[in-house]
């Protein structure tokens, strides 16, 4: 399920707006790339500081887990060690199953609560009518009238992108229509967008579609990870110079993510990426 996390946090990352108001009732001003301290060695998915100057954690979910709240309170509590304050919690599960998990962890002198969503029980009627591309892909995890009809229209939105920006759109929405068994459908809409954009001759994107589903998922997530990567260790290190970018393209999707974790230790760019 790793592709799915890592598309979805590119999205909300990105200008889902309205995803955002109706999962937190604000908006983000800035997010925070942090590593939480101890001996878990917790990763947060999403932490950021709100317009009103508040800490919102959210975390992506896509199977029932019965130990759910104690993470929570777990990565409550790292956030509040290494921020000083407690952030508002939201738990967004996007699986197929029925919500089984609960919101709360309870003890003979102890009450800890966080925000539980369903993905299914946002608007997505609101989010398709949203200006914003990333608030209509996310749609597609939200609850529809009709969700054959929204990919009509959400394929129908990218194809009047700039080309720079479609093949980015296209990706998220194939791997995100996965969690909903529509992958084939939204690949069927693309090859029938108008022909002036060209989907099954682009370099990149062809090969994609044409490879099938499950590496069309594998190069989502490379790119996303490798996006994240870089924002962390720009957090660790500072500015980027131009051969980190150049290193980190050539690894894997699971080369990515040992690289994430070396980045603790790691003193100097030069030791991360020797």
């Known amino acids: 399920m790793q592709e799915y996390d890592v598309t979805l946090k590119v999205l909300l990352q990105g200008n889902a707006v309205g995803?955002?108001?109706?999962?937190?009732?604000?908006?983000v001003a800035r997010w925070l790339e942090v590593e939480l301290p101890k001996v878990q060695n917790l990763r947060v998915d999403l932490l950021g500081e709100t317009v009103e100057g508040e800490l919102?954690?959210?975390?992506?979910?896509?199977?029932?887990?019965?130990?759910?709240a104690l993470r929570m309170a777990e990565y409550?509590?790292?956030?509040?060690?290494?921020?000083?304050?407690?952030?508002?919690q939201?738990?967004?599960?996007?699986g197929q199953e029925a919500l089984r998990m609960e919101p709360e962890l309870r003890?003979?002198?102890?009450?800890?609560?966080?925000?539980?969503?369903?993905?299914?029980?946002?608007?997505?009627?609101?989010?398709?009518e949203s200006e914003r591309i990333a608030d209509n892909i996310i749609a597609i995890l939200a609850r529809l009238r009709d969700h054959k009809e929204a990919v009509r229209t959400i394929v129908a939105r990218i194809g009047d992108l700039p080309e720079t920006e479609r093949r980015n759109a296209l990706e998220q929405l194939l791997i995100l229509a996965g969690l909903r068994r529509l992958a084939q459908f939204v690949e069927q809409e693309a090859r029938n967008m108008p022909m002036h954009i060209?989907?099954?001759?682009?370099?990149?994107?062809?090969?994609?579609?044409?490879?099938?589903?499950?590496?069309?998922?594998?190069?989502?997530?490379?790119?996303?990870?490798?996006?994240?990567?870089?924002?962390?260790i720009e957090k660790r290190f500072g500015k980027v110079p131009g051969w980190v970018g150049e290193k980190?393209?050539?690894?894997?999707?699971?080369?990515?993510?040992?690289?994430?974790?070396?980045?603790?230790?790691?003193r100097s760019l030069e030791e991360l990426l020797p």
């Open 19 to 27: 995803a955002m108001r109706q999962l937190t009732g604000t908006v």
């Open 56 to 68: 919102v954690h959210i975390e992506l979910q896509s199977s029932n887990d019965a130990s759910m």
């Open 76 to 88: 409550s509590l790292g956030v509040y060690r290494l921020c000083g304050a407690f952030p508002r």
């Open 90 to 94: 939201v738990l967004v599960y996007v």
């Open 107 to 128: 003890g003979p002198d102890l009450l800890f609560r966080y925000r539980l969503i369903d993905i299914r029980d946002l608007d997505g009627e609101r989010l398709l």
């Open 198 to 232: 060209n989907i099954l001759e682009n370099e990149v994107l062809g090969p994609v579609f044409k490879r099938g589903l499950e590496e069309g998922h594998q190069e989502g997530r490379q790119e996303g990870e490798m996006a994240i990567l870089r924002r962390l």
């Open 248 to 266: 980190l393209r050539a690894l894997s999707a699971a080369e990515l993510e040992e690289l994430s974790v070396r980045l603790l230790d790691a």
